[in-house]
């Protein structure tokens, strides 16, 4: 028999699996570093905060309006296919954005735009990649998919902004968002090299149709949505603020670039130790616990709205980061074993799409309504926001009754009707 802990770490045996992560582990840490870079970048061109927020606005609101399409073609053409496109498009805008800047300040409608055609990529990538990581392991091997994948997306969060920070100073900003581009070569090679076949798509009608059906099981499925529904306003009033608030605030009180990198490699480095206790843990009610979990996901916006020291400030992100990888895993093994397979890429653009449907507006306002108050105020009100809200969520049955399951639930026989079923009745 097996020893507990090699088996934990038998999923990184699979090849496809082990090809994809490296892929994906690449460009993630780009993707983390230029987050660092493209603030400080806006900010050093004399951009001002509501500049900023604008930025960011810019790049998540393609999300919105395109997610729940990215969703059926997820499902309706082959997932590597349609990654493939989108990591070339968002290498292109993250290059070209890098060109901007050091070309000088560059034209803010022109970054905005380059700014949107990064975030149209990451919409069309992300349904897919939700629905492929479970075509490459077999159900009995999701959570431990699930949690590497977190993994990695918390080492890039440690090292990416550590590393960034280290650039910006030494080089320059658009040096570290020329990197981002290249990281995505890695990804676009391992995605070429994978041998997964593409499953039987069954029979399609039209797009419309098909974006119906998935709508259909993710209303039918209340854990789902209500979780969704929470996270719609803790982007918008309490982590839209934090990634604003959080970089004007190390500017202005603690120092600068530096100390942003430090912050979030903080984020980064509770993420990895969140992974690493949810590799061989697994809870019979898992968003029970992954929803009390989320309680401190508040706790950096705390301390920087207190204006607590840094060593503070930090521990407060270790904690939200090691919250982001219990909820992440638990969150994604309990949709990958309970929602159909050929309606995994739009279930999960419903998901996303309600997530992030209103942080643009919490971008595009932290900024300005932090000018007409005070960054503090900005930042309790998310606080205050996320611990009901949990409270909340935690006496609903919907997420109290949901228990672990090993293998992937019939969904004839769980708590919603499957995508052909509920088509037929349309």
């Not at 590393?163 to 990804?187: C, G, M, N, Q, R």
């Not at 969704?228 to 982590?239: A, I």
């Not at 309970?338 to 998901?351: F, G, H, I, L, T």
């Amino acid at each position: 028999m097996a020893h507990p802990i090699g088996a934990r770490f038998a999923v990184l045996r699979l090849r496809d699996f082990r090809i994809f992560v490296a892929g994906h582990a690449t460009s993630t840490l780009g993707t983390l570093m230029a987050g660092v870079a493209l603030v400080f970048a806006v900010l050093d061109s004399g951009g001002s905060p509501a500049t900023l927020s604008y930025v960011l606005a810019a790049r998540i609101v393609p999300m919105v309006l395109v997610l729940p399409v990215a969703g059926v073609l997820g499902d309706r053409l082959p997932r590597r296919f349609v990654m493939l496109s989108a990591d070339c498009l968002r290498a292109a805008a993250q290059a070209a954005i890098a060109v901007l800047f050091f070309a000088g300040d560059p034209d803010l409608w022109l970054l905005l735009a380059l700014a949107a055609l990064s975030g149209l990529g990451e919409a069309i990538f992300r349904p897919s990649f939700d629905g492929l990581v479970p075509q490459l392991v077999p159900a009995d091997r999701r959570h431990e998919a699930n949690t590497f994948v977190g993994l990695v997306a918390s080492t890039a969060t440690v090292a990416g902004p550590a590393l960034a920070a280290v650039l910006v100073v030494v080089t320059s900003p658009a040096t570290v968002l020329l990197i981002d581009a290249i990281t995505y070569v890695p990804s676009i090679l391992a995605l070429l090299w994978l041998r997964v076949p593409d499953p039987d798509r069954a029979d399609r009608t039209s797009m419309l149709r098909d974006m119906r059906e998935g709508w259909r099981l993710f209303a039918a499925l209340p854990w789902l949505w209500t979780i969704t529904l929470q996270f719609t306003l803790f982007n918008l009033l309490l982590w839209a603020p934090y990634l604003v608030l959080g970089p004007i605030s190390a500017d202005r009180f603690y120092g600068g670039a530096a100390a942003w990198g430090t912050i979030s490699a903080g984020y980064g480095a509770g993420a990895i130790l969140g992974g690493l206790a949810v590799l061989a843990w697994k809870p019979s009610r898992p968003l029970l616990v992954a929803t009390a979990a989320t309680i401190l996901w508040a706790a950096p916006s705390a301390a920087l709205a207190a204006q607590a020291p840094l060593i503070l400030v930090c521990a407060g992100a270790l904690l939200a980061g090691i919250v982001s990888a219990i909820f992440g895993t638990l969150w994604m093994t309990t949709i990958h074993q309970r929602v159909p397979a050929e309606a995994m890429s739009r279930v999960n653009s419903y998901v996303v799409f309600g997530s992030f449907s209103v942080g643009p507006i919490g971008l595009a306002l932290a900024g300005p309504a932090a000018t007409a108050t005070s960054i503090p105020t900005i930042l309790t009100i998310g606080v205050t926001w996320q611990i009901i809200s949990a409270s909340l969520l935690l006496a609903l049955p919907a997420i109290r009754g949901v228990r672990r399951t090993e293998t992937a639930v019939d969904p004839a026989a769980a708590d919603a009707p499957s995508p052909a079923r509920s088509g037929a009745n349309a």
